[in-house]
Each structure stands twice: as C-alpha cells, then as structure tokens.
C-alpha cells in the first residue's frame, strides 16, 4: 500500500496538528496536505516529464513537494545539493530531469550553475499559486510503482541511482513502527538531509504516517540541536556518528537535555567504543546503533530501549530477512563471519539504467521455509548471534563512509593523479571519533617534483566535494603493488 493517502488522511482527521516545525514556520497536517495539493498541479504545469527533481533543504517544504509529486503521479528524484558540480549534473543527466524544484536561498549556497542551463528551475519561493486549481484528490499509485530515485555513490565514484517503489518504502516505515513500537505522540527531531534514505524515510514518512510531529533544521549546528532539544523536548533523535561526535563539543550540554529522548539512534557509519563510552558517560545517554542501505529503503535492523546489545546493530525489522553467507553464498551459522545478505519487501528493484551492476548485487538463496529467494548482497562483513542480533564486523567493499557520505577511493584519487606532480596516488580510511572515517591519501611523486601538501589538497577541493578532500595526503617513495602492478591498498597503514 502506498504511503501517499495514509499520509494525506491525517488532514482530514487531524488538520490543525502541527505535522513540520523547521527553521522558518511550523506546518499543521493541513498545510502540508493543501501544500502538496497545489505542488502537484504546479509540477504538471511545468514538466510533462515522468521525474522531477527536487532540491531543498532539510524542511516542510520537501515533504510537501514529496508528496506533490506523487499526487501529480511522478517520481521525484531529490539531489544531493553537496555534491560536486560535475556529479551534480551527472545525476540530472542520467535521470532525465528537465525541471528541478529548489529554493532561491539555497540556490544562492550552492550557486545557481548547480542546476545546468537548459534545466527548469523552480523557486518555490517564488511561485504563484494564483489562478492555479489544486489536485482535489490523491492519486493512487500501486505498490510496484516508482517512488523515488534515490542516487548513491558506485564503484565508479558516479552517483548511481537506486529505484525505490511505493511498495518498498510503505513495507519500511510500517516495519519499523512495528518493530520500535511507535505512534503519533512520539515526537522527531531531525536535521539529516531529506535527500537520504534515512532522511526521506525514517524522518520524513514515518513521521507523517504516525501523524507525529517532526522538527528540522537545514544546517547541522551543534549549540542549535541542542537549543531545539531545550525547546520542544523530542522523544526521537536519529543522527550519524560524526554529529553525535560533535555533540560533544557543545559545553552547555547536560544530562537534562538528553533526559526527554528515548530512543537516540545511530546509523549509516560505524558508531566508535569511544563515542559510545562518552554519550554514557556526559549524559548518561546510551546510543542504539541501526543499519540499512539506501537500497534496501533503508532501515533492515534497529535497535530498540529493550533490546539491543552493544555493538550490535540490533535485530532485523518485521518481513527482512538477514542471510550471512561464505564466499560460495552458502548460509553461515551463528556467530560465523560472511557477507550480509538482505531479503524482504523493501529492497531495491535495481539501479537505474544499469542492468549489469543490478544483476551483479542480486543472488537467490533457498531459506528454510520461503523457498528460492532473491536477495541483495550489502557488501558488508558481520555475523548473527544465537538471538539473531547483528553485527557488522567489516566491508568487503573499498568504499569509505565520512559523516555519513560515501566515499570512494578512485574519484579521489583519479583527481589526485591529475596534478602535475603526482605520478600515483591511493587513498584509504583512517578512523575518526568525529567523522567516522577520513580519507587519507598516499602519493608517489614524478622525478624531481615540488609537492606542497595544502596545494595539492585545494587541488583537489576544485573538483570533489568538500567531505571527500583526503585529511592528509603523503609521500611515500613508492606505492606498494602486487606483481602485475596493481596498488595494494591494504598494504599502506595509516
């Protein structure tokens, strides 16, 4: 069932509820709804085209134009506002976008040659909705209908998009009420970018389907989280590492502040003893670690007040299955160390307009009872105890995660090799209390080459986006190499 008329329904029970309180004006469910209503008819005016790009900040108003789109029976495609120009206009590009709906202020950060010429852009704040009828009613797209396209970064170091149904998002906001035992009186902070899965889902949708209110911030500002915790005492905070790290820093936090929040959850990177050590420690707060993928809507385990255990990620959610399987995908007992292997109504149809990576992230697998399977590799290394708690223990894949983002080492490094005095470069991860992970870059020189390490890395800040700037890059004499000359990362130590 799609998530669209549950959400729309809650202004006709609830209409003068507060639904949104961002950084400008609280949305009551009635604002939202009457807003998405009239988006709708303003994005059939202005594209005729199936998807619709929607670049906004971290408020109301991307709900509104979430649930426009689908009213209006497209597919929205929110963009990640922080990527480099070039990735950027890749994913405009590859997604067929002729119109993208954004916000004059935003345009102003980022700079308006973020949208490429020939795009539609249509500043929300500067629409007239004069002489413009609203949708009367809500569409009804089936479950196996696109919802979204959703672009993460491939092994490439290319956003590659990633189709979510309807059907996909309405299975993982309604397992995860089930399984964390939610409803409308819990209240959600939040201040991760609606152009992420854990954004779109667990603190957007889910809010709504509840008939919660939800709270965001555009900007991450540590002294603000804490002043909005003060002020509207939110039971429900989900973040990454790298923001509760930097939580810490705040010297007027105390205790009470975290008092109201019972669950404060942590997702999309590794959650470090440390952190975790001190969260217990300054606001007698214990952090319940989650885990998901963009792919799989995203949320597959959570960890709940009841029942979680330290460095695991909890148990799976409602209809997801969790499979640990050896190199052959032969399924692995408890407590054996393989690949995760994830099943259930909210995977992923595929990567847009890529069938050959689509077919390389799927297996089928014959579990007791369902019979052949289709499952989605993660590309992550855990293992599942006795009570079927996970627990990630690595990744098989190279890419790094930096507060948050995905990062991997090629794009880094295909920039690092374009400076003139660079002959090779490989990039690696070094864990941070902050940011979860940073990436490091080693460099083998040309003959008799200057190097100025702050030149190289504005260098590279002139063409990957700021999170992906290495830490530090080095120079070594010579990269190390396995005998056909291919660089072996795992050999460098950081």
């Given amino acids: 069932m799609a998530l669209l008329r549950p959400i729309l329904k809650q202004a006709l029970r609830h209409p003068t509820r507060p639904a949104v309180t961002d950084?400008?004006?609280?949305?009551?469910?009635?604002?939202?709804?009457?807003?998405?209503?009239?988006?709708?008819?303003?994005?059939?005016?202005?594209?005729?085209?199936?998807?619709?790009?929607?670049?906004?900040?971290?408020?109301?108003?991307?709900?509104?134009?979430?649930?426009?789109?689908?009213?209006?029976?497209?597919?929205?495609?929110?963009?990640?506002?922080?990527?480099?120009?070039d990735d950027l206009h890749h994913v405009i590009a590859d997604s067929g976008l002729d119109t993208v709906f954004t916000a004059s202020k935003l345009l102003e950060v980022v700079g308006e040659d973020a949208i490429p010429e020939g795009i539609n852009a249509v500043k929300l704040d500067q629409l007239s909705f004069k002489g413009l009828p609203p949708v009367r009613w809500p569409a009804s797209p089936r479950d196996e209908d696109l919802?979204?396209?959703?672009?993460?970064?491939?092994?490439?170091?290319?956003?590659?998009?990633?189709?979510?149904?309807?059907?996909?998002?309405?299975?993982?906001?309604?397992?995860?009420?089930?399984?964390?035992?939610?409803?409308?009186?819990?209240s959600f902070l939040g201040v991760l970018p609606q152009f992420h899965a854990f954004g779109v889902t667990a603190l957007t949708l889910m809010p709504l389907f509840l008939g919660a209110n939800v709270i965001y911030t555009a900007r991450f500002v540590p002294k603000k989280l804490i002043e909005l915790m003060r002020k509207h005492k939110p039971n429900i905070f989900i973040a990454v590492p790298s923001m509760y790290g930097a939580l810490l820093s705040v010297k007027s936090a105390t205790p009470e502040d975290f008092a109201p929040l019972e669950y404060v959850v942590s997702g999309a990177e590794p959650l470090s003893q440390a952190l975790y050590d001190a969260y217990a420690e300054k606001f007698n707060c214990h952090l319940l670690e989650g885990y998901g993928l963009t792919e799989t809507s995203p949320v597959t385990n959570w960890s709940t007040p009841t029942h979680n255990r330290q460095h695991a990620v909890g148990k799976a959610l409602p209809g997801v299955t969790n499979i640990i399987v050896d190199e052959h995908d032969k399924p692995l007992g408890p407590n054996e160390e393989g690949e995760i292997l994830i099943a259930g109504p909210s995977v992923m149809d595929g990567y847009w307009n890529l069938p050959c990576q689509t077919k390389e992230v799927f297996t089928e697998i014959d579990l007791p009872g369902q019979g052949k399977t289709r499952c989605f590799r993660t590309g992550d290394i855990g293992k599942l105890d006795e009570d079927g708690y996970l627990y990630i223990t690595g990744r098989k894949k190279e890419m790094l995660i930096v507060g948050g983002e995905n990062v991997f080492p090629r794009e880094i490094e295909e920039a690092l090799n374009q400076h003139p005095a660079v002959k090779a470069s490989a990039v690696v991860g070094k864990p941070c209390d902050m940011r979860g992970e940073v990436p490091i870059a080693f460099v083998e020189l040309e003959d008799d080459a200057e190097f100025d390490e702050g030149e190289a890395r504005n260098f590279i800040r002139e063409q990957v986006a700021q999170y992906k700037v290495p830490r530090e890059v080095r120079v070594i004499d010579k990269l190390p190499r396995n005998p056909t000359g291919k660089i072996l990362r795992r050999a460098l130590k950081v």
């Fill in 147 to 186: 919802a979204v396209l959703l672009y993460t970064s491939g092994t490439s170091g290319k956003p590659k998009g990633v189709m979510l149904s309807h059907g996909a998002l309405d299975a993982n906001v309604r397992a995860i009420v089930q399984h964390a035992d939610l409803g409308p009186t819990n």
């Fill in 23 to 85: 950084d400008l004006r609280t949305w009551t469910y009635a604002k939202l709804a009457g807003g998405a209503f009239f988006l709708a008819r303003a994005i059939k005016q202005h594209t005729s085209k199936e998807r619709v790009g929607l670049m906004l900040p971290t408020s109301g108003a991307f709900p509104a134009a979430l649930l426009g789109c689908w009213q209006a029976g497209r597919v929205a495609v929110p963009l990640n506002y922080l990527l480099s120009k």
